[in-house]
């Protein structure tokens, strides 16, 4: 059995930057390719072994709940049309794990998002997984970093080098000193500027946290954007006790960001047995031509 049976996906934000999209349904629900992108990080969980996963809905997530629910009428409706396949898919979504919800009454940020789960977490270590970072690789980045877990037992945040100009999008921390890929953290800064961030090495939204973090949450002043930040309390946690940053294998689509999410449609397109050829063959259709429209406007110069 898993040391760690748990997680937390916290999918209550506003989904602003996906405005209009997103004014009536959850950003999580959003589609990669044909699968809604918070069932990508619920598979990533499960297939890691986690037993019980917490989903911190806020308004307008009915859908989420529906979607990992049964849906007698439509599994009838395929029985009858005789769309085995189908019906296959929509089952198994619903048997996928316990999935429990609560609800973040206010949106005061990711740190009193984590937080709403300290009474479903208790007193055992705890995966989160962000749904705007969708990873791809065998083993996943959860297991990677579970994998970890058990030489050192102690938290994990998952981290990537990003360009230096990107650093104010994410926690960046400060290591005590990189050899290999696990690294001690000396301190974390939420969301710092370019000039004041102490290496490029961000957090990706992959954490294995102990119960020791709620208390620090509870501490915590709002910071970054007037939220309270969970990488404010994982910094009071590195003051205290070993927390570590792990350098995962994979690669990472950022679909909180419009161009992260259309990259990840045409890269998981390409991937899909189903679509691959006439894809294929579409995008380098419109590549020849946008090519050629470049070529005319050079010989026009
Ligand atoms: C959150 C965290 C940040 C982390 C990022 C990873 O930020 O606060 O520390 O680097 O996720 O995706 P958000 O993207 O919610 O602003």
Same mark, same amino acid.
């Given at each position: 059995?898993?040391?760690?049976? $748990?997680?937390?996906?916290?999918a209550?934000?506003?989904?602003?930057r996906?405005?209009?999209?997103?004014?009536?349904?959850? $950003?999580?629900?959003l589609?990669?390719?044909?699968?809604?992108?918070i069932q990508?990080?619920?598979?990533?969980?499960?297939?890691?072994?986690?037993?019980?996963?917490?989903?911190?809905?806020?308004?307008?997530?009915?859908?989420?709940?529906?979607?990992?629910?049964?849906?007698?009428?439509?599994?009838?409706?395929?029985?009858?049309?005789?769309?085995?396949?189908?019906?296959?898919?929509v089952?198994?979504?619903?048997?996928?794990?316990?999935?429990?919800?609560?609800?973040?009454?206010?949106?005061?940020?990711?740190?009193?998002?984590?937080?709403?789960?300290?009474?479903?977490?208790?007193?055992?270590?705890?995966?989160?997984l962000?749904?705007?970072?969708?990873?791809?690789?065998?083993?996943?980045c959860?297991?990677?970093?579970?994998?970890?877990?058990?030489?050192? $037992?102690a938290?994990?945040?998952?981290v990537q080098?990003?360009?230096?100009?990107?650093?104010?999008?994410?926690?960046?921390?400060?290591?005590?000193e990189?050899?290999?890929?696990?690294?001690q953290v /000396?301190?974390?800064?939420?969301?710092?500027?370019?000039a004041?961030?102490?290496s490029?090495?961000a957090?990706?939204?992959r954490?294995?946290?102990?119960?020791?973090?709620?208390?620090?949450?509870?501490?915590?002043q709002?910071?970054?954007g007037?939220?309270?930040q969970l990488t404010?309390?994982?910094?009071?946690?590195?003051?205290q006790?070993?927390v570590y940053?792990?350098?995962?294998q994979? /690669?990472?689509?950022d679909?909180?960001?419009?161009?992260?999410f259309?990259?990840?449609?045409?890269?998981?397109?390409?991937?899909?047995?189903?679509?691959?050829?006439?894809?294929?063959?579409?995008?380098?259709g419109?590549?020849?031509?946008?090519?050629?429209?470049?070529?005319?406007?050079?010989?026009?110069?």
């Amino acid at each position: 059995m898993a040391t760690i049976q $748990k997680a937390i996906i916290p999918a209550a934000g506003w989904g602003t930057r996906f405005l209009p999209a997103t004014k009536a349904q959850p $950003k999580e629900m959003l589609p990669i390719v044909d699968k809604p992108a918070i069932q990508f990080i619920v598979e990533e969980a499960v297939n890691a072994g986690v037993e019980d996963i917490l989903i911190i809905t806020g308004k307008n997530k009915r859908a989420i709940e529906d979607h990992f629910d049964r849906s007698l009428e439509l599994e009838d409706l395929l029985r009858e049309k005789d769309k085995g396949e189908l019906l296959a898919l929509v089952e198994r979504i619903a048997d996928l794990a316990d999935i429990h919800y609560i609800r973040q009454k206010e949106q005061l940020g990711l740190g009193h998002a984590v937080y709403c789960a300290r009474k479903f977490i208790g007193q055992e270590p705890f995966a989160v997984l962000l749904g705007d970072d969708i990873i791809v690789n065998t083993p996943s980045c959860l297991e990677q970093m579970l994998a970890v877990y058990e030489e050192v $037992k102690a938290p994990i945040v998952a981290v990537q080098e990003v360009p230096r100009e990107e650093v104010n999008r994410y926690g960046v921390i400060a290591p005590l000193e990189i050899d290999g890929p696990l690294i001690q953290v /000396k301190d974390l800064v939420e969301k710092p500027q370019p000039a004041e961030a102490p290496s490029n090495l961000a957090v990706i939204g992959r954490y294995l946290l102990v119960p020791e973090i709620f208390p620090l949450l509870e501490m915590v002043q709002p910071g970054a954007g007037g939220e309270i930040q969970l990488t404010d309390a994982l910094r009071l946690l590195a003051s205290q006790d070993l927390v570590y940053a792990y350098r995962f294998q994979g /690669k990472r689509y950022d679909i909180g960001d419009k161009l992260g999410f259309l990259q990840a449609t045409v890269e998981f397109a390409l991937a899909r047995p189903d679509l691959a050829g006439p894809f294929r063959e579409y995008l380098a259709g419109i590549i020849s031509s946008a090519l050629g429209n470049l070529q005319i406007a050079a010989t026009k110069e």
